[in-house]
């Protein structure tokens, strides 16, 4: 898929162990024409919702419907001409993951002997304004920014998991990490009682590529894999095609859900 200028491509796959996909992903692309030049401003944003025999595909679903009506609901022109790191568009972000929590958390029903049965969701989300791009997080999806010249691959987001939580403070080593019993274990997610939003803004280079997956994706598939897939194809969705068989050939443990971004080169044309 493309914009104007900015291209796209997204999939999504239920795995070879589970029966149900509990992920959801939502993509949105817009050009505006001001002041001579055009302006494409692109909306992406990865669900994963729990899924421990409750409705975490219900609440992936609502966090997908809620950030994308909030933000595409409430952007405008002058939001779109704020200068690199204007806080409206944190601020746009941060309440749109604040009201996808409100709503998951609104969505799930108690019960006295099994308590609720619609689970939390991660959330990560991706607004693309011209060369910026600013991104929301909750829970261990992960954003990557990759570019070409030369080949580089660096992780944006940070997982908001217990294990990491280890990692982070020198208490077990990333290698330990993987396997480790609490790997799985969130500490912020969307539908709890309260949520703190990372806000990460990054520049974006002539042809750099934008990646939001699910843990389904580099849980199974190493970072020198993902990077060889997404630096050496040429097509967005033809690289989500190939990372979703990357993850199956690898064992296929969970759902897998990919979107990938790619900026246009120097003079707007692939």
Request: glycine share 10%; with cysteine.
């Amino acid at each position: 898929m493309r914009g104007k200028y900015l291209t796209f491509g997204y999939a999504t796959d239920v795995g070879l162990i589970h029966k149900s996909n509990y992920d959801a992903y939502g993509c949105f692309v817009a050009s505006i024409f001001q002041q001579g030049k055009d302006v494409d401003f692109g909306l992406f944003a990865v669900a994963s919702g729990g899924g421990w025999g409750g409705e975490g595909d219900k609440a992936a679903a609502i966090a997908i419907r809620v950030i994308m009506q909030e933000v595409i609901g409430k952007i405008d022109i002058p939001i779109l001409n704020s200068e690199p790191g204007q806080s409206d568009l944190y601020d746009l972000l941060r309440a749109g993951v604040e009201k996808a929590n409100v709503e998951v958390l609104n969505g799930m029903t108690f019960d006295e002997l099994f308590g609720s049965t619609l689970d939390g969701t991660t959330l990560t989300v991706a607004l693309v304004v011209g060369r910026m791009a600013y991104i929301a997080n909750a829970g261990d999806n992960r954003a990557y920014l990759f570019s070409n010249t030369p080949t580089h691959m660096e992780q944006i987001t940070h997982d908001h998991t217990m294990v990491q939580v280890l990692v982070d403070k020198a208490h077990i080593t990333p290698e330990e990490a993987q396997g480790h019993p609490m790997a799985r274990v969130l500490y912020r997610y969307v539908g709890a009682e309260t949520i703190d939003v990372d806000i990460y803004t990054h520049s974006l280079i002539p042809g750099a590529k934008l990646l939001l997956c699910s843990d389904g994706l580099w849980r199974q598939v190493r970072d020198n894999e993902i990077a060889s897939v997404v630096t050496t194809n040429t097509h967005p969705q033809i690289v989500c095609g190939e990372l979703i068989r990357l993850a199956n050939a690898n064992g296929g443990e969970d759902n897998v859900t990919v979107v990938v971004v790619e900026m246009p080169t120097a003079n707007g044309l692939h």
